[in-house]
């Protein structure tokens, strides 16, 4: 395969994560000052968010960089081959902490909405745990169709 044929894939990858660390930058601190506001009997809850919200950037660039990974392997022939398939588990276990993560400051955005009388914010909490489930899901059935794909190929290698 020409290795120009993911170019534009891996340029995607690397710029998935610019919105990312901008968030992470600007808009945690932000998150932060409303959780102290919303429960102030809590005085680490502002530790809590910033922890939670950075913790999960963590998995979501490691995934991104297995993606990356898992392009080169592309790139090199080598799609069919057990190294894709680790990269895909390993975006698979990223997808699904991310979602933990954020599933835990889930009741920070039923507070919000509770306080500013706005249901749809639960709404807007939700998206980053449910589209990591589907992300999760999706590589879950990639890496099983590929090792049955790697297990068909290994066997009529066998057998010619």
Excluded at 40 to 52: E, G, R
Aim: with cysteine.
């Amino acid at each position: 395969m020409k290795k120009g044929s993911t170019l534009f894939l891996k340029l995607t990858v690397v710029l998935m994560g610019i919105p990312v660390l901008t968030l992470c930058i600007f808009l945690v601190p932000e998150l932060e000052e409303i959780a102290a506001k919303l429960l102030p009997k809590f005085a680490f809850i502002n530790i809590l968010v910033s922890l939670i919200f950075d913790a999960s950037a963590i998995p979501f660039y490691f995934a991104l960089y297995q993606a990356f990974k898992l392009l080169r392997y592309i790139d090199r022939n080598e799609a069919f081959s057990e190294f894709s398939v680790k990269a895909l588990r390993k975006i698979k276990y990223c997808a699904v902490t991310i979602s933990a993560l954020h599933l835990l400051v889930l009741p920070l955005f039923y507070l919000f909405a509770e306080m500013d009388d706005a249901p749809g914010v639960i709404f807007v909490g939700m998206i980053v745990p449910f589209a990591s489930i589907v992300i999760a899901v999706f590589a879950a059935v990639l890496q099983r169709l590929l090792q049955e794909a790697i297990d068909i190929k290994s066997e009529n290698d066998l057998t010619v």
